[in-house]
């Protein structure tokens, strides 16, 4: 029987990913939890290939998107841009590298669980508020695998509809909220 510290407070989104892989593994049955432990990469080696890439994404993709779209001097608006563009760039060479169709390769792992909700906000806002899509000929793989990560039942019951999302990042984009320290323009 696990015994679950209830006073705990976890948060950032993937320590919690990997929080709840770690708690799935000690509470429930060994057949349960085989999904789970099939999202966690084996190796310590692929472990640390998909913290780098969640970090990666918290670090330069999060910043990089939450400017753009909260840019209100279209002067500015190719530079970011090309800034979000290369931060993307590091998860399209991902899946090239590793031959798809996920991040990490064949096997969706909480790499992947990690970067799709932000990865949807970000398909969806930018288009909706920047008219901005990613271009398909720098990026096939990368919305390739968003497009076979959304086709996943657990994506589909746990996504926002794209009216949400806008309903959503209206508010923030109206009030020029600083989103965190997301967004990064200089006032």
């Known amino acids: 029987m696990h015994n679950l510290e ?3 407070v976890v948060y950032e989104s993937a320590i919690c990913d990997e929080y709840l892989c770690d708690v799935a ?9 085989q999904e789970v432990r ?4 084996k190796s310590a080696t692929d472990r640390a290939k998909m913290r780098l890439l969640n970090d990666h ?8 998107q939450y400017t753009f779209l909260m840019n209100q001097d279209e002067s500015k608006d190719e530079e970011l841009k090309a800034e979000l563009e290369e ?8 899946i090239i ?3 798809g169709p996920f991040l990490m390769g064949s096997s969706f792992t909480i790499a992947d669980a990690h970067a799709l909700p932000f990865f949807l906000r970000l398909y969806v806002s930018l288009k909706h508020f920047k008219s901005y899509e990613l271009p398909a000929d720098k990026f096939p793989m990368l919305l390739e695998w968003f497009a076979e990560c959304s086709k996943r039942p657990s994506s589909q019951a746990t996504s926002k509809s794209d009216e949400k999302i806008i309903e959503v990042y209206s508010k923030f984009v ?6 965190g320290g997301l967004n990064r323009n200089k006032k």
């Open 6 to 8: 209830t006073n705990c």
């Open 97 to 99: 590298s590793t031959g």
């Open 38 to 41: 099939n999202i966690r990469p």
């Open 57 to 64: 994404y918290d670090s330069k993709v999060g910043p990089a």
């Open 25 to 33: 593994d000690e509470i429930v049955s060994e057949e349960a939890s």
């Open 87 to 94: 931060a993307l760039l590091v998860l399209e060479n991902s």
């Open 174 to 179: 109206s009030n020029d909220y600083t989103f």
